[in-house]
């Protein structure tokens, strides 16, 4: 029996997760997602164009793989095939090899219209959401009123469960313009391609590893978003750490094999809340031009700051990486010294662990390791002996206070710019 690789990221999300994924997706017959919906977005660069991926998962891009939803997931059943429509533009064709648990719960527009009215109403407690309705739809899930992906086997009985749903938000949230005939009809109209779509995910995906095939699972967001361990309440909805696998996909944690851990040579936030080693300066205003910092789900200008190697060595305590990826070192290019947070101080005194209240991380004093910088372009460079020195001693530094290897490393935005290591 095989066991499944996962790829995990281990900031705040955007750490190109895509980016390794692509390089190592065709060695796995099955890539698949475990959580999130349609607020994650990878990107990746096909024939000298960038094209992001919200719900579906990158190994789709290798022809031979098949791609699971797994249950874990909340899917917008009308952004689904937007997303395979813009694929098929780019000669990607999801065909027959995607497919999506009937266990994971529907997206519904009216979730969209209601995470907008909560962002609305937060105040100064704004999450910063993507306003996919991503939240609202785990709400209902634990609420135990949402509406799975199998139900649509039975149109009768999923319009009962949709009425019901849309009564409890149209009431809640006042919806009296809400056309919820034209919704359903629009939901009928794809049935013929969406229902071959729908398949019993935890039997496939376990069934693929008792047929000794390489099972690899795609992780969205990270876990300082994870709605346990990370920055709460500035947090997704969902479980986006290590454990949210086995949750989102039906499968054991023994069944669980190498995980990559996904860092950025720097630091990136999309939305509110604490940013310990943000540069609100040049430094930031740089690391966000030079590496392009812009949501590839909302196009919002990403957040900038250091590396900070207290996060990762969190994250790294929950999901236990056996690998990293680095990325984007290319962007670290043109600093003559490179700051790396080793350290945080509340009140005076160190902590030894990541403070579970944001307001305490709001606080803390930073403090820093420098490092020599580099200037060389090192973008065209394809083994590890060839970058500069100051390079390598950057890539080693991290690799020593971490404890894992780094076995691939980023240097640029095309398909081929790692460096295996």
């Not at 579970?356 to 606080?363: G, I, Q, W």
């Amino acid at each position: 029996m095989s066991k499944v690789d996962v790829v995990m990221g281990s900031q705040w999300g955007d750490e190109g997760k895509g980016k390794l994924v692509d390089t190592i997706g065709d060695r796995y017959d099955l890539c698949c997602r475990a959580t999130g919906g349609a607020n994650a977005g990878h990107t990746i660069i096909i024939d000298g164009k960038p094209v992001a991926f919200h719900l579906v998962p990158i190994g789709i891009v290798q022809p031979n793989a098949k791609c699971i939803i797994g249950n874990g997931c909340v899917v917008n059943v009308f952004t689904l095939f937007e997303e395979m429509d813009a694929l098929k533009k780019n000669t990607i064709t999801a065909n027959n090899r995607l497919f999506v648990s009937d266990r994971a719960h529907i997206v519904f527009n009216f979730h969209q219209i209601c995470d907008g009215i909560n962002e609305l109403n937060s105040g100064d407690m704004k999450i910063g959401t993507t306003k996919r309705g991503i939240g609202p739809t785990y709400a209902s899930k634990m609420e135990r009123y949402g509406v799975r992906m199998g139900s649509l086997r039975n149109w009768e009985h999923f319009k009962e469960q949709y009425m019901r749903i849309y009564n409890i938000y149209r009431i809640r949230y006042n919806l009296t313009d809400y056309d919820y005939e034209d919704e359903l009809n629009r939901i009928h109209a794809l049935l013929p391609e969406l229902l071959p779509m729908i398949v019993d995910s935890v039997y496939e995906i376990n069934q693929a590893l008792k047929e000794g095939k390489k099972v690899l699972v795609e992780g969205a967001n990270a876990p300082m978003l994870d709605v346990d361990f990370g920055t709460y309440p500035f947090v997704t909805s969902s479980s986006a750490s290590i454990g949210g696998i086995c949750t989102g996909l039906g499968v054991s944690p023994h069944k669980i094999g190498t995980v990559y851990g996904i860092v950025k040579a720097y630091t990136t936030r999309v939305g509110e809340g604490p940013f310990p080693t943000e540069q609100l300066n040049e430094v930031g205003e740089k690391l966000r031009s030079v590496g392009h910092e812009y949501g590839a789900t909302t196009g919002r200008p990403r957040r900038c700051g250091w590396l900070d190697l207290v996060e990762v060595g969190y994250t790294n305590l929950i999901d236990s990486f056996d690998s990293l990826c680095l990325t984007k070192l290319d962007v670290m290019t043109g600093f003559e010294t490179i700051k790396v947070a080793r350290k945080y101080l509340l009140d005076g005194a160190e902590l030894k662990s990541m403070p579970a209240e944001y307001r305490d991380l709001e606080r803390v004093e930073v403090v820093y390791d420098e490092l020599p910088g580099w200037s060389e372009d090192i973008s065209k460079v394809r083994k590890f002996e060839e970058l500069p020195e100051n390079a390598q001693k950057y890539v080693e530094y991290i690799e020593k206070v971490l404890g894992v290897p780094i076995n691939f490393i980023g240097v640029g935005a095309d398909r081929d710019s790692v460096i295996s290591h």
